[in-house]
């Protein structure tokens, strides 16, 4: 019988769902035919094939090729699949063996003259092959990546000659190398960089250790870029997991997956004129926005109120369930989007109301719709909310004092209070549920009255109770781990909610 199955992998948003390329000869005119929903990528990848098939010494079928791209129902698009097309017109012509591509996975793009060229959302494909226990052919220039990931047999290929001859016996096709793993000692900007600013430093330490969102509010040139810049500095080193989780996103979105810093927390900075769609990601084909781009790290929102209201209002759904789920008429991609959301924005207009040193030329109705350009649920969500002043010139040039700590110090710290906090909860305090914060902040009497009274002076919201006692649970970490909090917790945790 003309038929061949060989197996490959689609790609929908960070799932690598399977296709089997069956393919079969039969007579009449001769002619390739290809179904199963296919985009017009796909389509033409016929003669792609065909000229591949020729320029690797290999005879095209002269009869009426049909290759079915199996689930029907499932988009495919993308040169993807065009290796796994040639083997099957190839095995079900009888050049190669059949039994050889049950067991093997196949990913690339073929060149015209049969070379094999890289395609996007490798990773996740490994990750998949990985559970079903395949083996996975992929071209070398996607040899990087796919080392990232072990316990899966990979093998690098350069043309479709090459995996040809590793199916007949005749020729090994190697493992891509090992990745190179990062010094955990170098994770980018040291936090002793920025001198001063002892209050903004305290808030950055207290986001890193609890996954806390933080808002940075000062005039220009105060430091607050400098800070957000260093906060990945400071953050827990990425598990292997979470590296590979991150690394998925980016082989989804083409991009480049650098093995000596696939450990280190992604920091993505998009401007303020950055459109809905880049921010959360979208398209006729949905492909990951900049908040799931720094999954498992940081985002940052410089001069926050230039942002479109409708832009910053997309954050508040992500914010709060760590995914993002695009729908379109055909198909639903969900891209996860657990990231820490670090803001900064000027008091006023011009910059500089209540510097001492600048005369600030706003008046109140001005001051007033610049800051109303941010809705205030998503202040809301936002755990921490400090001032940046403007540094004395004395301080700048002053020789280091051991308040300007180094990241290196920062992060011993952050380490252990974090460490705390998984062993209670098995996860950071800002992720913890209403429940366990019943049980893991609990107030005695004083405290709990004293508490709710400043509540309602403050006028806080429900979600804004829950998210200061989180961040009070961090303080009490970082101070010792206390099991109860006392009101210096409390009070440290409310002053961080003054907007």
């Not at 197996?7 to 929908?12: K, M, P, T, V």
């Not at 079915?68 to 017109?89: M, T, V, Y």
């Not at 998949?128 to 083996?135: C, E, L, M, P, V």
């Not at 950071?428 to 400043?454: H, K, Q, V, Y």
Request: proline share 7%; with cysteine; glycine share 8%.
């Amino acid at each position: 019988m003309s038929l061949a199955v060989t197996l490959s992998r689609a790609q929908e948003g960070v799932a690598a769902p399977q296709v089997m390329v069956e393919v079969h000869l039969s007579g009449g005119l001769p002619g390739t035919h290809i179904v199963g929903l296919p985009e017009a990528a796909v389509r033409e990848a016929r003669d792609r094939v065909r000229v591949a098939i020729q320029s690797a010494a290999f005879e095209y079928p002269n009869r009426r090729v049909t290759v079915n791209l199996a689930p029907a129902e499932l988009p495919k698009d993308g040169g993807r699949f065009d290796l796994a097309i040639a083997l099957g017109i190839l095995a079900a012509g009888g050049q190669v063996p059949r039994e050889k591509l049950d067991d093997c996975e196949f990913l690339g793009e073929l060149a015209l003259s049969g070379a094999l060229r890289g395609v996007s959302g490798v990773l996740p494909a490994l990750m998949r092959a990985r559970a079903r226990g395949r083996r996975v052919v992929v071209p070398r220039a996607n040899a990087s990546e796919a080392a990232l990931i072990s316990e899966v047999d990979v093998r690098v290929a350069d043309s479709l000659s090459d995996v040809c001859g590793w199916l007949h016996g005749s020729k090994d096709l190697p493992a891509p190398s090992s990745a190179m793993q990062q010094d955990t000692d170098i994770l980018g900007p040291d936090l002793s960089d920025v001198r001063g600013q002892l209050q903004a430093r305290r808030a950055l330490e207290i986001a890193a250790t609890g996954g806390h969102h933080l808002l940075l509010l000062g005039p220009p040139g105060t430091g607050k870029t400098m800070l957000a810049e260093r906060l990945p500095s400071i953050l827990p080193p990425l598990t292997e997991s979470e590296a590979l989780e991150t690394c998925a996103i980016l082989s989804v979105a083409g991009q480049v997956v650098d093995p000596q810093l696939w450990r280190r927390r992604p920091f993505r900075s998009p401007h303020h004129t950055a459109s809905a769609v880049a921010l959360v990601g979208g398209g006729s084909d949905p492909r990951p926005g900049e908040i799931s781009l720094a999954h498992n790290g940081v985002l940052f929102l410089d001069e926050l109120p230039e942002f479109s209201r409708h832009v910053l209002d997309v954050l508040r759904e992500p914010l709060e369930s760590g995914q993002i789920v695009i729908s379109r008429a055909a198909r639903q991609s969900t891209f996860p989007a657990q990231f820490q959301l670090v803001a900064a924005m000027n008091p006023c207009p011009c910059g500089y109301a209540g510097d001492p040193r600048e005369r600030c030329r706003c008046t109140p109705d001005q001051i007033q719709r610049y800051r109303n350009r941010v809705s205030g649920p998503l202040l809301d969500r936002i755990d921490l909310a400090v001032e940046v002043p403007r540094v004395p010139v004395s301080e700048i040039g002053a020789p280091r004092s051991r308040q300007d700590e180094d990241s290196a110090t920062v992060r011993a710290r952050v380490l252990r209070a974090r460490h705390q906090a998984l062993m209670r909860s098995g996860r950071p305090n800002a992720e913890i549920s209403t429940r366990e914060l019943e049980r893991d902040c609990a107030l005695g009497p004083a405290e709990r009255r004293w508490f709710d009274a400043a509540l309602e002076r403050l006028g806080l919201s429900a979600r804004a109770y829950h998210r200061t006692l989180r961040v009070a649970r961090t303080i009490a970490d970082l101070d010792g781990g206390a099991a109860a909090l006392d009101r210096g917790h409390l009070a440290e945790a409310l002053q961080y909610r003054r907007l």
